[in-house]
């Protein structure tokens, strides 16, 4: 079984569907309200659990109602949250989710996941080095994504950055990542005015840009691969990149090699497209395989 701690964000989604999205000053009437547990890292956690790895998360949520519902949901889904602290005084983090016109538009509230911090994340240094694989994501502070590069580097655990939303990233952070897999509008802002084409032949092997229904690219060393994911009808893409990393790290930890990981993490992200929710369409393990 593969040991995968995830290092994220924990948060409630407020999700509304409507058939277009408001113009500036315009008011419309939406279709569906609900609110679901999300957060990337929650997302990530809850999905490498589904795909039958045993997954250890470290994050915040806040001392409220949304909290707790976060935390049920992990224990329901297999995920181990010794590392996983309500934080007083604060709410839990939250994501307000737009559904229209075949795709989503999202707005991130941060608020316990601020206290991510260094601090936090040394008290689960034992778990991390007993990992086959670390999973961390940007909705947290910048300090520990750069601390947990540093002792990944360290402790010669393969880390895997998956850094949305998007903001620079120090050389440094790049070098210590095993894996990174920003999606096209992410790779731009990571690496403004470059041509993508010289940026993943300067990173072989670990910069992995995911281009929706085109599937994902990379450069192996010897030329630019591109793997076709697989077509299907949208129903809703919120969590689809969550999926795919997910599905991937837990393909790279069991010892597939990249190509057949990517095929197995885009047959995983095309099927949790075919559901409502960023978890809820989140397809079990039996389910991406026999549907490959």
């Known amino acids: 079984m593969a040991k995968i701690t995830v290092i994220g964000s924990s948060s409630m989604d407020l999700v509304v569907t409507a058939q277009k999205r408001p113009n500036k ?61 309500p934080v007083t005084h604060c709410e839990t983090g939250t994501a307000h989710i737009t559904l229209a016109e075949g795709d989503n538009s999202i707005i991130v509230v941060k608020g ?10 040394e008290k689960a ?14 909705e947290i502070p910048e300090e520990t994504v750069e601390y947990v590069s540093k002792i990944c580097k360290e402790y010669k655990v393969p880390l895997l950055l998956n850094p949305a939303p998007a903001r620079r990233l120090k050389e440094e952070v790049i070098e210590n990542a095993t894996y990174i897999t920003p999606n096209e509008h992410e790779a731009t802002l990571l690496f403004q005015n470059e041509d993508l084409h010289t940026v993943l032949r300067r990173y072989p092997n670990k910069l ?53 990981s990517i095929r197995f993490a885009n047959r995983a992200a095309s099927l949790s497209v075919t559901k409502f929710g960023a978890q809820g369409g989140m397809p079990t393990r039996e389910e991406v395989e026999r549907s490959l």
Do not use: W
């Open 25 to 85: 000053g315009e008011t419309i009437l939406g279709e569906s309200f609900k609110t679901v547990p999300g957060g990337k890292g929650a997302n990530q956690a809850v999905a490498a659990a589904r795909f039958g790895a045993k997954v250890h998360m470290i994050g915040c949520v806040g001392d409220d109602s949304f909290g707790k519902t976060i935390l049920d949901n992990f224990n329901k889904n297999g995920v181990i949250t010794t590392y996983v602290e």
């Open 112 to 121: 316990a996941n601020d206290h991510v911090t260094p601090k936090l994340v």
């Open 125 to 138: 240094l034992g778990v991390i080095r007993d990992s086959d694989i670390v999973l961390i994501q940007q």
């Open 208 to 260: 992995f840009i995911t281009e929706g229904k085109n599937g994902v690219r990379y450069y192996d060393g010897k030329e630019e691969v591109l793997v076709p994911t697989f077509q299907v009808d949208v129903v809703d893409t919120t969590g689809a990149g969550d999926t795919f990393n997910a599905a991937f790290a837990v393909a790279l930890a069991e010892g597939q090699n990249i190509k057949d």
